[in-house]
Protein backbone atom coordinates (compact mmCIF):
# COMPACT_ATOMS: atom_id res chain seq x y z
CA UNK A 1 0.00 0.00 0.00
CA UNK A 2 1.66 3.15 -0.80
CA UNK A 3 0.75 7.08 -0.67
CA UNK A 4 -0.65 6.83 -4.25
CA UNK A 5 -2.98 3.97 -3.56
CA UNK A 6 -6.04 5.26 -3.61
CA UNK A 7 -7.69 3.50 -0.46
CA UNK A 8 -4.14 4.34 1.67
CA UNK A 9 -5.64 8.05 0.90
CA UNK A 10 -9.08 7.28 1.66
CA UNK A 11 -7.83 5.99 5.26
CA UNK A 12 -5.73 8.82 5.74
CA UNK A 13 -8.44 11.27 5.21
CA UNK A 14 -10.88 9.24 7.23
CA UNK A 15 -8.16 9.60 9.55
CA UNK A 16 -7.80 13.06 9.58
CA UNK A 17 -11.59 13.67 9.79
CA UNK A 18 -11.86 11.11 13.01
CA UNK A 19 -8.48 12.98 14.40
CA UNK A 20 -10.41 16.29 14.04
CA UNK A 21 -13.66 14.80 15.25
CA UNK A 22 -11.99 13.77 17.94
CA UNK A 23 -10.08 17.18 18.74
CA UNK A 24 -13.56 19.58 18.14
CA UNK A 25 -14.80 17.28 20.99
CA UNK A 26 -12.03 17.04 23.42
CA UNK A 27 -12.13 21.04 22.82
CA UNK A 28 -15.51 21.50 23.54
CA UNK A 29 -15.67 19.23 26.85
CA UNK A 30 -14.36 21.99 28.85
CA UNK A 31 -17.27 24.08 27.84
CA UNK A 32 -20.04 21.43 28.11
CA UNK A 33 -18.83 20.24 31.52
CA UNK A 34 -19.21 23.67 32.98
CA UNK A 35 -22.57 24.01 31.93
CA UNK A 36 -24.25 22.57 35.46
CA UNK A 37 -22.30 25.16 37.26
CA UNK A 38 -23.16 28.03 34.54
CA UNK A 39 -26.49 27.56 35.69
CA UNK A 40 -26.10 29.23 38.69
CA UNK A 41 -24.51 32.53 36.98
CA UNK A 42 -25.23 35.93 38.43
CA UNK A 43 -28.00 34.18 40.79
CA UNK A 44 -29.33 37.39 42.44
CA UNK A 45 -28.57 39.63 45.12
CA UNK A 46 -29.05 38.23 48.76
CA UNK A 47 -30.80 40.79 50.91
CA UNK A 48 -30.91 40.56 53.91
CA UNK A 49 -34.32 40.55 55.31
CA UNK A 50 -35.76 43.86 56.39
CA UNK A 51 -35.65 44.61 59.78
CA UNK A 52 -36.89 47.63 62.01
CA UNK A 53 -34.60 50.10 63.54
CA UNK A 54 -33.44 47.90 67.24
CA UNK A 55 -32.74 51.43 69.21
CA UNK A 56 -34.87 54.42 68.62
CA UNK A 57 -32.30 56.32 70.72
CA UNK A 58 -29.94 58.23 67.90
CA UNK A 59 -26.50 57.02 68.41
CA UNK A 60 -23.52 58.03 67.20
CA UNK A 61 -19.57 57.33 68.27
CA UNK A 62 -16.39 57.62 66.53
CA UNK A 63 -13.13 55.81 67.52
CA UNK A 64 -9.31 55.37 66.23
CA UNK A 65 -8.93 51.85 66.05
CA UNK A 66 -5.10 51.77 65.60
CA UNK A 67 -3.97 54.08 68.61
CA UNK A 68 -0.46 52.53 68.58
CA UNK A 69 0.12 52.05 65.18
CA UNK A 70 3.75 53.19 64.41
CA UNK A 71 3.55 53.13 60.85
CA UNK A 72 3.22 56.21 58.97
CA UNK A 73 0.68 55.86 56.61
CA UNK A 74 -2.55 53.35 57.62
CA UNK A 75 -5.44 53.24 54.69
CA UNK A 76 -8.31 51.15 52.57
CA UNK A 77 -9.71 49.77 55.93
CA UNK A 78 -12.32 46.98 55.32
CA UNK A 79 -14.76 45.28 58.29
CA UNK A 80 -17.37 42.66 58.56
CA UNK A 81 -19.56 41.09 61.33
CA UNK A 82 -18.17 37.64 61.89
CA UNK A 83 -20.63 34.94 62.57
CA UNK A 84 -20.07 35.43 66.57
CA UNK A 85 -21.49 38.37 66.45
CA UNK A 86 -17.83 40.38 66.35
CA UNK A 87 -16.31 42.60 64.53
CA UNK A 88 -12.91 42.55 62.39
CA UNK A 89 -11.24 45.42 60.47
CA UNK A 90 -8.67 45.14 58.28
CA UNK A 91 -6.26 47.82 56.69
CA UNK A 92 -2.71 48.27 54.98
CA UNK A 93 -0.53 50.24 56.93
CA UNK A 94 3.59 51.06 55.86
CA UNK A 95 5.53 53.73 54.94
CA UNK A 96 3.65 54.63 52.26
CA UNK A 97 1.39 53.24 49.21
CA UNK A 98 3.46 50.98 47.33
CA UNK A 99 6.57 51.12 49.40
CA UNK A 100 7.63 47.25 50.77
CA UNK A 101 6.99 47.54 54.44
CA UNK A 102 3.32 47.68 53.83
CA UNK A 103 2.01 45.23 55.76
CA UNK A 104 -1.84 43.74 55.56
CA UNK A 105 -3.02 44.57 59.61
CA UNK A 106 -6.15 42.83 61.56
CA UNK A 107 -8.44 44.10 64.73
CA UNK A 108 -11.33 42.39 65.90
CA UNK A 109 -13.84 44.58 68.58
CA UNK A 110 -14.95 41.86 71.02
CA UNK A 111 -18.57 41.56 72.32
CA UNK A 112 -18.17 43.91 75.00
CA UNK A 113 -17.09 46.60 72.32
CA UNK A 114 -13.36 46.88 72.75
CA UNK A 115 -10.86 46.64 69.46
CA UNK A 116 -8.00 44.47 69.72
CA UNK A 117 -4.30 45.72 69.00
CA UNK A 118 -3.94 45.69 65.44
CA UNK A 119 -1.72 42.41 64.19
CA UNK A 120 0.15 42.02 61.40
CA UNK A 121 -1.87 39.30 58.99
CA UNK A 122 0.68 39.43 55.91
CA UNK A 123 4.03 41.53 54.73
CA UNK A 124 5.56 41.33 51.71
CA UNK A 125 8.69 38.82 52.12
CA UNK A 126 6.07 36.38 53.81
CA UNK A 127 3.38 36.35 50.87
CA UNK A 128 6.53 36.40 48.30
CA UNK A 129 7.44 33.06 50.20
CA UNK A 130 4.11 31.90 50.42
CA UNK A 131 3.02 32.45 46.64
CA UNK A 132 6.56 31.65 45.51
CA UNK A 133 6.37 34.59 43.55
CA UNK A 134 8.46 38.03 43.92
CA UNK A 135 6.18 40.80 45.52
CA UNK A 136 6.87 44.82 45.38
CA UNK A 137 4.17 45.67 48.48
CA UNK A 138 0.52 45.12 49.55
CA UNK A 139 -2.54 46.54 49.43
CA UNK A 140 -6.74 47.27 49.62
CA UNK A 141 -7.50 44.23 51.80
CA UNK A 142 -11.05 43.72 51.93
CA UNK A 143 -12.99 40.94 53.93
CA UNK A 144 -15.36 38.24 53.38
CA UNK A 145 -17.36 37.00 55.84
CA UNK A 146 -18.79 33.51 54.40
CA UNK A 147 -21.85 31.90 55.32
CA UNK A 148 -20.28 28.98 56.69
CA UNK A 149 -18.67 30.75 59.16
CA UNK A 150 -15.30 31.14 57.57
CA UNK A 151 -13.56 34.52 56.72
CA UNK A 152 -12.32 35.24 53.76
CA UNK A 153 -9.57 37.88 53.24
CA UNK A 154 -8.89 39.44 50.25
CA UNK A 155 -6.05 41.85 49.57
CA UNK A 156 -3.64 42.83 46.59
CA UNK A 157 0.03 42.25 45.75
CA UNK A 158 1.95 44.26 43.35
CA UNK A 159 4.41 42.46 40.90
CA UNK A 160 5.66 45.40 39.56
CA UNK A 161 5.66 49.14 39.43
CA UNK A 162 2.35 50.83 41.90
CA UNK A 163 -0.71 50.32 41.48
CA UNK A 164 -1.14 48.76 38.03
CA UNK A 165 1.16 46.39 38.59
CA UNK A 166 -1.52 44.78 41.35
CA UNK A 167 -3.22 41.43 41.51
CA UNK A 168 -5.94 39.84 43.89
CA UNK A 169 -4.93 37.31 46.71
CA UNK A 170 -6.98 35.45 48.68
CA UNK A 171 -6.87 33.81 52.17
CA UNK A 172 -8.80 32.00 54.49
CA UNK A 173 -9.82 31.79 58.23
CA UNK A 174 -11.65 29.01 59.85
CA UNK A 175 -11.08 30.33 63.11
CA UNK A 176 -12.76 34.35 62.82
CA UNK A 177 -8.92 35.41 61.79
CA UNK A 178 -6.38 33.58 64.58
CA UNK A 179 -4.88 31.79 61.15
CA UNK A 180 -5.17 31.98 57.96
CA UNK A 181 -4.30 29.99 55.11
CA UNK A 182 -1.27 30.57 52.51
CA UNK A 183 -2.83 33.05 49.84
CA UNK A 184 -3.57 32.10 46.59
CA UNK A 185 -3.37 34.07 43.37
CA UNK A 186 -6.69 34.98 41.52
CA UNK A 187 -5.58 35.34 37.43
CA UNK A 188 -8.03 37.85 36.47
CA UNK A 189 -6.08 39.39 33.27
CA UNK A 190 -4.53 38.24 31.10
CA UNK A 191 -1.52 40.45 30.21
CA UNK A 192 1.22 39.74 33.36
CA UNK A 193 -2.30 39.62 35.46
CA UNK A 194 -2.30 43.69 36.06
CA UNK A 195 -4.24 44.64 37.62
CA UNK A 196 -7.11 44.79 40.20
CA UNK A 197 -7.83 45.99 43.36
CA UNK A 198 -10.87 45.61 45.39
CA UNK A 199 -12.04 48.24 47.55
CA UNK A 200 -15.68 48.29 48.54
CA UNK A 201 -18.23 45.95 50.16
CA UNK A 202 -19.11 42.77 48.72
CA UNK A 203 -22.80 42.03 47.77
CA UNK A 204 -23.91 38.40 49.14
CA UNK A 205 -25.51 36.27 46.12
CA UNK A 206 -28.38 33.92 46.20
CA UNK A 207 -26.58 30.75 46.91
CA UNK A 208 -23.47 31.32 48.49
CA UNK A 209 -21.17 33.50 46.62
CA UNK A 210 -20.52 37.42 46.67
CA UNK A 211 -20.11 40.24 44.03
CA UNK A 212 -17.32 42.09 44.64
CA UNK A 213 -16.77 45.46 43.31
CA UNK A 214 -12.95 45.21 41.94
CA UNK A 215 -11.59 48.14 39.36
CA UNK A 216 -8.91 48.02 36.69
CA UNK A 217 -6.20 50.86 36.85
CA UNK A 218 -3.57 49.93 33.93
CA UNK A 219 -3.70 51.10 30.38
CA UNK A 220 -7.68 51.69 31.17
CA UNK A 221 -9.27 52.62 34.01
CA UNK A 222 -12.64 51.39 34.99
CA UNK A 223 -14.78 49.62 37.38
CA UNK A 224 -15.46 45.46 37.60
CA UNK A 225 -17.11 42.47 39.14
CA UNK A 226 -15.19 39.82 40.74
CA UNK A 227 -17.72 36.91 40.91
CA UNK A 228 -16.79 34.43 43.63
CA UNK A 229 -18.94 31.37 42.75
CA UNK A 230 -18.86 28.11 44.90
CA UNK A 231 -17.73 25.54 43.22
CA UNK A 232 -16.24 21.82 44.23
CA UNK A 233 -13.00 22.95 44.88
CA UNK A 234 -13.66 26.26 46.82
CA UNK A 235 -14.62 29.34 45.05
CA UNK A 236 -14.29 30.32 41.19
CA UNK A 237 -12.96 33.61 40.28
CA UNK A 238 -13.96 35.65 37.11
CA UNK A 239 -14.93 38.75 35.98
CA UNK A 240 -17.16 41.36 34.11
CA UNK A 241 -16.61 44.77 33.32
CA UNK A 242 -19.06 47.20 34.32
CA UNK A 243 -17.84 50.05 31.93
CA UNK A 244 -14.63 50.63 30.16
CA UNK A 245 -12.55 53.67 29.75
CA UNK A 246 -10.59 56.14 31.91
CA UNK A 247 -12.82 57.70 34.14
CA UNK A 248 -15.37 55.70 36.42
CA UNK A 249 -13.72 53.35 38.61
CA UNK A 250 -13.93 52.06 42.81
CA UNK A 251 -17.43 51.02 41.76
CA UNK A 252 -19.69 51.03 45.73
CA UNK A 253 -22.42 48.40 44.88
CA UNK A 254 -26.05 48.48 46.53
CA UNK A 255 -27.95 45.93 45.99
CA UNK A 256 -32.23 46.91 45.46
CA UNK A 257 -33.85 43.51 44.96
CA UNK A 258 -32.48 40.94 44.26
CA UNK A 259 -31.47 41.13 40.34
CA UNK A 260 -31.62 45.19 40.55
CA UNK A 261 -28.85 47.07 42.20
CA UNK A 262 -27.33 50.44 41.84
CA UNK A 263 -23.86 51.29 41.82
CA UNK A 264 -21.88 54.37 42.51
CA UNK A 265 -18.23 55.32 40.85
CA UNK A 266 -15.82 57.28 41.93
CA UNK A 267 -14.93 59.68 39.35
CA UNK A 268 -11.79 60.98 38.41
CA UNK A 269 -13.00 62.96 34.69
CA UNK A 270 -13.15 66.60 36.26
CA UNK A 271 -16.69 66.62 36.32
CA UNK A 272 -16.58 66.57 40.44
CA UNK A 273 -19.69 64.80 40.83
CA UNK A 274 -20.42 60.70 41.92
CA UNK A 275 -21.81 58.78 38.77
CA UNK A 276 -24.03 56.34 38.89
CA UNK A 277 -25.29 52.87 36.98
CA UNK A 278 -28.08 50.81 37.32
CA UNK A 279 -28.66 46.64 36.86
CA UNK A 280 -31.77 45.14 36.19
CA UNK A 281 -29.99 41.81 35.90
CA UNK A 282 -28.49 40.93 39.12
CA UNK A 283 -25.27 43.34 38.05
CA UNK A 284 -24.23 41.19 34.76
CA UNK A 285 -25.15 44.48 32.33
CA UNK A 286 -25.29 48.01 34.07
CA UNK A 287 -26.64 51.00 32.36
CA UNK A 288 -24.32 53.97 31.09
CA UNK A 289 -22.96 56.05 34.05
CA UNK A 290 -25.25 59.25 34.66
CA UNK A 291 -23.72 62.33 37.08
CA UNK A 292 -25.65 62.87 40.01
CA UNK A 293 -25.42 65.32 42.04
CA UNK A 294 -23.40 63.69 44.71
CA UNK A 295 -20.32 65.34 45.21
CA UNK A 296 -17.34 63.48 44.45
CA UNK A 297 -13.38 65.09 44.56
CA UNK A 298 -11.72 61.90 43.50
CA UNK A 299 -12.23 60.19 46.14
CA UNK A 300 -13.21 56.93 47.47
CA UNK A 301 -17.36 56.75 48.06
CA UNK A 302 -19.10 54.08 49.72
CA UNK A 303 -23.11 53.70 49.84
CA UNK A 304 -25.19 51.29 51.92
CA UNK A 305 -28.98 50.47 51.73
CA UNK A 306 -30.67 51.33 55.61
CA UNK A 307 -32.99 48.66 56.78
CA UNK A 308 -36.01 51.34 55.99
CA UNK A 309 -35.14 50.92 52.53
CA UNK A 310 -33.14 54.71 52.05
CA UNK A 311 -29.96 55.09 51.15
CA UNK A 312 -26.83 56.50 52.17
CA UNK A 313 -23.73 57.60 50.59
CA UNK A 314 -20.31 58.52 52.29
CA UNK A 315 -18.38 61.24 50.20
CA UNK A 316 -16.10 63.97 50.50
CA UNK A 317 -17.66 67.03 50.33
CA UNK A 318 -14.74 70.09 51.27
CA UNK A 319 -15.76 73.58 49.13
CA UNK A 320 -11.80 72.78 47.60
CA UNK A 321 -12.15 69.64 46.25
CA UNK A 322 -9.76 68.45 49.20
CA UNK A 323 -10.58 65.19 51.36
CA UNK A 324 -10.77 67.20 54.85
CA UNK A 325 -14.15 66.19 56.07
CA UNK A 326 -16.43 63.03 55.53
CA UNK A 327 -20.22 63.62 54.78
CA UNK A 328 -23.01 61.57 54.46
CA UNK A 329 -26.04 62.08 51.77
CA UNK A 330 -29.28 60.56 51.88
CA UNK A 331 -31.86 59.14 49.33
CA UNK A 332 -35.44 57.82 49.97
CA UNK A 333 -36.18 57.01 46.33
CA UNK A 334 -33.41 54.00 45.63
CA UNK A 335 -30.68 57.38 44.65
CA UNK A 336 -33.00 58.91 42.29
CA UNK A 337 -32.54 62.34 44.45
CA UNK A 338 -30.37 63.02 47.58
CA UNK A 339 -29.83 64.73 50.73
CA UNK A 340 -26.48 66.21 52.27
CA UNK A 341 -27.58 65.00 55.98
CA UNK A 342 -24.82 65.45 58.59
CA UNK A 343 -20.75 65.92 58.55
CA UNK A 344 -19.69 62.68 59.87
CA UNK A 345 -16.10 63.67 60.35
CA UNK A 346 -13.94 67.06 59.69
CA UNK A 347 -10.28 67.84 59.97
CA UNK A 348 -9.20 71.17 58.38
CA UNK A 349 -6.00 71.34 55.91
CA UNK A 350 -6.01 67.60 56.63
CA UNK A 351 -8.03 63.96 55.45
CA UNK A 352 -10.58 62.04 56.11
CA UNK A 353 -11.32 59.33 53.66
CA UNK A 354 -12.21 56.02 51.80
CA UNK A 355 -15.42 55.19 54.01
CA UNK A 356 -16.12 51.78 54.30
CA UNK A 357 -20.06 51.33 54.97
CA UNK A 358 -21.76 47.75 56.46
CA UNK A 359 -25.10 46.89 57.96
CA UNK A 360 -24.39 45.57 61.41
CA UNK A 361 -27.15 43.07 62.34
CA UNK A 362 -27.94 45.70 64.96
CA UNK A 363 -29.96 47.59 62.15
CA UNK A 364 -27.07 50.05 63.02
CA UNK A 365 -23.93 51.53 59.94
CA UNK A 366 -20.79 50.08 60.89
CA UNK A 367 -18.04 52.59 59.34
CA UNK A 368 -14.24 52.53 59.09
CA UNK A 369 -12.31 55.16 57.34
CA UNK A 370 -9.00 56.96 56.87
CA UNK A 371 -7.74 59.81 58.74
CA UNK A 372 -5.11 62.49 59.11
CA UNK A 373 -3.08 59.44 56.94
CA UNK A 374 -2.30 57.27 59.43
CA UNK A 375 -5.05 56.69 61.61
CA UNK A 376 -8.50 53.77 60.99
CA UNK A 377 -10.69 55.64 62.49
CA UNK A 378 -14.08 53.64 63.34
CA UNK A 379 -17.89 55.45 63.64
CA UNK A 380 -21.51 53.38 64.48
CA UNK A 381 -24.48 55.46 63.92
CA UNK A 382 -28.63 53.93 63.89
CA UNK A 383 -31.22 55.37 61.74
CA UNK A 384 -32.74 56.85 64.76
CA UNK A 385 -29.54 59.49 64.76
CA UNK A 386 -29.78 59.86 60.84
CA UNK A 387 -33.70 60.81 61.43
CA UNK A 388 -32.38 63.51 64.15
CA UNK A 389 -29.80 65.30 61.49
CA UNK A 390 -32.63 65.47 59.34
CA UNK A 391 -34.57 66.96 61.64
CA UNK A 392 -32.32 69.09 62.87
CA UNK A 393 -32.00 71.29 60.04
CA UNK A 394 -29.78 68.62 57.79
CA UNK A 395 -31.47 68.22 54.31
CA UNK A 396 -29.19 70.25 52.38
CA UNK A 397 -29.19 69.64 48.42
CA UNK A 398 -26.08 69.00 47.39
CA UNK B 1 0.35 28.40 43.44
CA UNK B 2 -0.71 25.09 43.24
CA UNK B 3 2.31 22.12 42.81
CA UNK B 4 1.26 21.83 39.11
CA UNK B 5 1.23 25.54 38.18
CA UNK B 6 4.58 25.61 39.83
CA UNK B 7 6.43 22.46 37.99
CA UNK B 8 4.30 23.81 34.63
CA UNK B 9 6.18 27.16 35.20
CA UNK B 10 9.39 25.52 36.16
CA UNK B 11 9.39 23.35 33.06
CA UNK B 12 8.27 25.91 30.15
CA UNK B 13 11.08 28.09 31.64
CA UNK B 14 13.56 25.30 31.24
CA UNK B 15 12.63 25.04 28.05
CA UNK B 16 13.15 28.33 27.25
CA UNK B 17 16.50 28.40 28.81
CA UNK B 18 17.18 24.87 26.60
CA UNK B 19 16.30 26.79 23.53
CA UNK B 20 18.10 29.79 24.43
CA UNK B 21 21.48 27.62 25.22
CA UNK B 22 21.47 26.36 21.18
CA UNK B 23 21.67 29.18 20.20
CA UNK B 24 25.53 28.94 20.48
CA UNK B 25 26.13 26.07 18.12
CA UNK B 26 28.26 24.06 19.75
CA UNK B 27 25.22 23.25 21.89
CA UNK B 28 23.26 22.55 18.90
CA UNK B 29 22.79 18.57 17.30
CA UNK B 30 22.25 15.56 18.96
CA UNK B 31 25.72 15.69 20.54
CA UNK B 32 24.87 19.39 22.12
CA UNK B 33 21.34 18.66 23.58
CA UNK B 34 22.51 17.14 26.99
CA UNK B 35 24.55 19.54 27.81
CA UNK B 36 22.27 22.47 26.79
CA UNK B 37 19.61 20.86 28.92
CA UNK B 38 21.62 20.77 31.77
CA UNK B 39 22.99 23.89 31.75
CA UNK B 40 19.39 25.34 31.06
CA UNK B 41 18.74 23.34 34.76
CA UNK B 42 21.78 24.72 36.04
CA UNK B 43 20.47 28.90 35.03
CA UNK B 44 16.70 27.72 36.22
CA UNK B 45 18.16 27.17 39.57
CA UNK B 46 21.06 29.65 39.95
CA UNK B 47 20.00 32.43 42.48
CA UNK B 48 19.37 36.60 40.94
CA UNK B 49 19.22 38.74 43.80
CA UNK B 50 18.64 36.36 45.87
CA UNK B 51 16.09 33.91 43.83
CA UNK B 52 15.56 32.19 41.09
CA UNK B 53 14.51 33.09 37.49
CA UNK B 54 11.20 30.90 37.55
CA UNK B 55 10.39 33.39 41.15
CA UNK B 56 10.95 36.48 39.17
CA UNK B 57 8.70 34.84 36.14
CA UNK B 58 6.20 34.20 38.05
CA UNK B 59 5.72 37.33 39.91
CA UNK B 60 5.40 39.21 36.50
CA UNK B 61 3.74 36.16 34.06
CA UNK B 62 2.10 33.14 36.06
CA UNK B 63 0.87 31.56 32.74
CA UNK B 64 2.99 29.93 30.33
CA UNK B 65 0.75 28.59 27.39
CA UNK B 66 0.25 25.55 25.93
CA UNK B 67 1.14 26.58 22.21
CA UNK B 68 4.34 28.40 23.86
CA UNK B 69 5.94 25.08 25.39
CA UNK B 70 5.00 23.37 22.26
CA UNK B 71 6.45 25.57 19.89
CA UNK B 72 9.84 25.81 21.95
CA UNK B 73 10.04 22.23 22.14
CA UNK B 74 9.29 21.54 18.58
CA UNK B 75 12.38 24.32 18.09
CA UNK B 76 14.48 22.09 20.51
CA UNK B 77 14.02 18.89 18.76
CA UNK B 78 14.33 20.38 15.23
CA UNK B 79 18.05 22.16 16.41
CA UNK B 80 18.77 19.20 17.92
CA UNK B 81 18.39 17.28 14.74
CA UNK B 82 16.39 14.64 16.72
CA UNK B 83 13.22 15.18 14.09
CA UNK B 84 10.80 17.15 12.97
CA UNK B 85 7.21 17.86 15.09
CA UNK B 86 6.74 21.07 13.23
CA UNK B 87 6.89 21.50 9.46
CA UNK B 88 6.28 24.71 7.48
CA UNK B 89 2.88 24.45 8.04
CA UNK B 90 2.78 24.16 11.50
CA UNK B 91 4.84 27.02 12.15
CA UNK B 92 2.52 28.86 9.90
CA UNK B 93 -0.16 27.38 11.77
CA UNK B 94 0.86 28.31 15.10
CA UNK B 95 2.47 31.97 14.62
CA UNK B 96 -1.34 32.54 12.38
CA UNK B 97 -3.14 31.18 16.08
CA UNK B 98 -0.96 33.53 18.10
CA UNK B 99 -1.03 37.07 15.91
CA UNK B 100 -4.96 36.32 15.96
CA UNK B 101 -5.54 34.81 19.41
CA UNK B 102 -3.57 38.11 20.23
CA UNK B 103 -5.46 40.58 18.13
CA UNK B 104 -8.67 39.11 19.31
CA UNK B 105 -7.51 39.05 23.49
CA UNK B 106 -5.50 41.80 24.46
CA UNK B 107 -6.58 44.64 23.26
CA UNK B 108 -10.29 44.77 24.79
CA UNK B 109 -9.06 43.14 27.84
CA UNK B 110 -6.92 46.23 28.02
CA UNK B 111 -10.06 48.26 27.54
CA UNK B 112 -8.93 49.66 24.22
CA UNK B 113 -11.50 47.97 22.62
CA UNK B 114 -15.43 48.49 22.80
CA UNK B 115 -16.67 50.03 26.49
CA UNK B 116 -18.12 47.11 27.40
CA UNK B 117 -16.86 44.15 26.08
CA UNK B 118 -13.77 42.23 27.61
CA UNK B 119 -12.95 39.33 25.55
CA UNK B 120 -10.73 37.76 28.57
CA UNK B 121 -14.22 36.99 30.07
CA UNK B 122 -14.99 34.63 27.33
CA UNK B 123 -12.57 32.30 28.45
CA UNK B 124 -14.70 31.47 32.01
CA UNK B 125 -17.03 29.24 30.98
CA UNK B 126 -19.07 28.63 33.52
CA UNK B 127 -19.69 32.83 34.19
CA UNK B 128 -21.28 33.51 30.80
CA UNK B 129 -21.09 29.81 29.18
CA UNK B 130 -23.30 30.89 26.36
CA UNK B 131 -21.03 33.63 25.28
CA UNK B 132 -17.66 31.50 25.96
CA UNK B 133 -18.98 29.01 23.05
CA UNK B 134 -17.66 31.45 20.67
CA UNK B 135 -14.34 30.91 22.24
CA UNK B 136 -13.98 27.55 22.58
CA UNK B 137 -16.03 26.71 19.83
CA UNK B 138 -13.61 28.62 17.43
CA UNK B 139 -10.48 26.96 19.21
CA UNK B 140 -12.48 23.97 18.09
CA UNK B 141 -13.64 24.18 14.57
CA UNK B 142 -9.73 25.98 14.05
CA UNK B 143 -8.67 22.42 16.00
CA UNK B 144 -10.83 20.13 13.20
CA UNK B 145 -9.92 22.37 10.19
CA UNK B 146 -6.08 21.64 11.13
CA UNK B 147 -6.27 18.19 12.10
CA UNK B 148 -8.81 17.08 9.42
CA UNK B 149 -5.86 19.27 6.76
CA UNK B 150 -3.12 16.72 8.54
CA UNK B 151 -1.66 19.80 10.44
CA UNK B 152 -0.03 18.93 13.66
CA UNK B 153 -0.87 22.29 15.66
CA UNK B 154 -4.28 21.35 15.97
CA UNK B 155 -2.92 18.34 18.77
CA UNK B 156 -1.73 21.48 20.24
CA UNK B 157 -4.78 23.21 20.51
CA UNK B 158 -6.48 19.70 21.88
CA UNK B 159 -3.60 19.72 24.30
CA UNK B 160 -4.42 22.82 25.78
CA UNK B 161 -7.76 21.91 26.50
CA UNK B 162 -6.62 19.39 28.10
CA UNK B 163 -4.48 21.61 30.35
CA UNK B 164 -7.38 23.39 31.21
CA UNK B 165 -9.40 20.36 32.19
CA UNK B 166 -6.50 19.56 34.44
CA UNK B 167 -6.44 22.62 35.63
CA UNK B 168 -2.46 22.68 34.77
CA UNK B 169 -1.95 26.35 35.66
CA UNK B 170 -3.06 28.79 38.01
CA UNK B 171 -5.03 30.17 36.05
CA UNK B 172 -8.79 29.02 35.53
CA UNK B 173 -9.41 30.67 32.12
CA UNK B 174 -9.07 29.17 28.77
CA UNK B 175 -7.42 32.10 27.10
CA UNK B 176 -4.52 31.30 29.68
CA UNK B 177 -3.95 28.06 28.19
CA UNK B 178 -4.06 29.29 24.42
CA UNK B 179 -1.94 32.45 24.70
CA UNK B 180 0.71 34.52 26.66
CA UNK B 181 2.63 37.66 26.24
CA UNK B 182 5.35 36.15 25.10
CA UNK B 183 3.87 33.86 22.78
CA UNK B 184 1.77 36.55 21.79
CA UNK B 185 4.95 39.05 20.55
CA UNK B 186 6.73 36.56 18.97
CA UNK B 187 3.79 35.44 16.91
CA UNK B 188 2.86 39.08 15.90
CA UNK B 189 6.76 39.36 14.76
CA UNK B 190 6.86 36.18 13.14
CA UNK B 191 3.55 36.86 11.26
CA UNK B 192 5.09 40.58 10.59
CA UNK B 193 8.25 38.71 9.03
CA UNK B 194 5.52 35.89 6.73
CA UNK B 195 3.70 39.20 5.38
CA UNK B 196 6.83 40.81 4.64
CA UNK B 197 8.75 38.36 2.93
CA UNK B 198 5.47 37.54 1.03
CA UNK B 199 5.09 41.29 -0.43
CA UNK B 200 8.85 41.24 -1.08
CA UNK B 201 8.44 37.98 -3.07
CA UNK B 202 5.13 39.30 -5.19
Keep these: MTSSDPSARRLCATLRLIAGLAGFVVILAPWWMAREQAGHSFPGFALAPPRAAADRVPYFAVTKLNAQSPQRKAHSATLAELSDGTLACAWYAGRGEGASDVTIEFARRDASGVWSAPRTLFDRAGTADAMRRHVVSLGNPLLLPAADGKLGLLFVSISAGKWSGSSINVSWSADLGDSWSAPEKFCLNPLANLSALPRNPPSALVGGGWAVPIYEEFIGRYPEILWLQRSKDGYSAAVTRMRGGMSVFQPSIVPLSAGAALAFYRDDSGVGRVTLARSSDGGHTWSEPEVSVLPNVDSGVCALRLPDGRLICAVNDAKDRSRENLRLALSADDGKSWRIIATLDEEPGMEVSYPYMILGSNGRVLMVYSALGDEIRYAEFNTAWIDAQLAAGGGDAP | ?202
Design chain 2, 1 to 202: MTATAFWWNAAGLWLLFVWGWQRIPLLRGPAGLPSAMVLAAVLSLVPFFGHTPRYWLSGLTPNISVPLVAIVAAAIVARSRLGKIFGSREWSAAWIFGALAAFVLYPSALGLGPRNFDSYALGWPWLAWGSSLVLFGAVALAAFWLLWRGNRFGWVLVLAACAYLGRLQESRNFWDYLIDPLYALISILAVLRLLFLRLRGS
